[in-house]
């Protein structure tokens, strides 16, 4: 089994880079039968071999002999990027939006003639029971409109 999935992989990596078994079978200093026999799948090279072909190929060593779990690894890796991405711009887009509400704080606080105390109690109140909102909701995005 280990060398059919070796020799399938091979065979694909050789094809894939555009080398001929007669190059590979030189740099790796072998007769070209026996790159032959690898990729016919008939026998398997020693550990050496195997290293020198991987690393001409640059290709890991579990994936020339078919253990694809790093390629699932790797799918976790660029999904966990992708959701950390989706989060960052949520956090800038929430951060945007507390923003703006200080700002309407600040024009709010300037244009109301009652006592100041008063009205920065009320506003800040506003603010804390609109922020806590989009947070228990999940909302992206609010508009405040006075």
Same mark, same amino acid.
């Given at each position: 089994? +280990? &060398?059919?999935?070796?020799?399938?992989?091979?065979? &694909?990596?050789?094809? %894939?880079?555009g080398i001929k078994q007669v190059e590979l079978a030189k740099v790796l200093e072998? @007769? @070209?039968? =026996?790159v032959n026999g690898w990729m016919r799948g008939a026998h /398997? @090279? *020693? +550990? %050496? !071999? /195997?290293?020198?072909?991987?690393?001409?190929?640059?290709?890991p060593v579990g994936e020339m002999l078919g253990d694809h779990r790093h390629i699932n690894d790797l799918d976790e890796v660029k999904h966990l990027m992708d959701v950390s991405l989706k989060q960052k711009a949520y956090i800038e887009n929430l951060e945007a939006e507390l923003n703006e509400c200080k700002m309407l704080n600040n024009q709010?606080?300037? *244009?109301? *003639? #009652?006592d100041e105390g008063l009205a920065e109690?009320?506003?800040?109140?506003? +603010? #804390?029971? =609109? +922020? !806590?909102?989009? !947070? *228990?909701?999940?909302?992206? !995005?609010? =508009?405040?409109?006075?």
């Amino acid at each position: 089994m +280990i &060398k059919g999935q070796f020799a399938k992989n091979l065979h &694909k990596a050789v094809s %894939e880079r555009g080398i001929k078994q007669v190059e590979l079978a030189k740099v790796l200093e072998v @007769p @070209p039968t =026996t790159v032959n026999g690898w990729m016919r799948g008939a026998h /398997l @090279p *020693d +550990i %050496e !071999k /195997l290293m020198e072909i991987c690393d001409y190929l640059e290709m890991p060593v579990g994936e020339m002999l078919g253990d694809h779990r790093h390629i699932n690894d790797l799918d976790e890796v660029k999904h966990l990027m992708d959701v950390s991405l989706k989060q960052k711009a949520y956090i800038e887009n929430l951060e945007a939006e507390l923003n703006e509400c200080k700002m309407l704080n600040n024009q709010l606080m300037s *244009d109301l *003639d #009652a006592d100041e105390g008063l009205a920065e109690i009320c506003v800040n109140e506003f +603010i #804390a029971d =609109t +922020i !806590k909102a989009v !947070k *228990d909701a999940g909302v992206k !995005k609010i =508009t405040v409109e006075f």
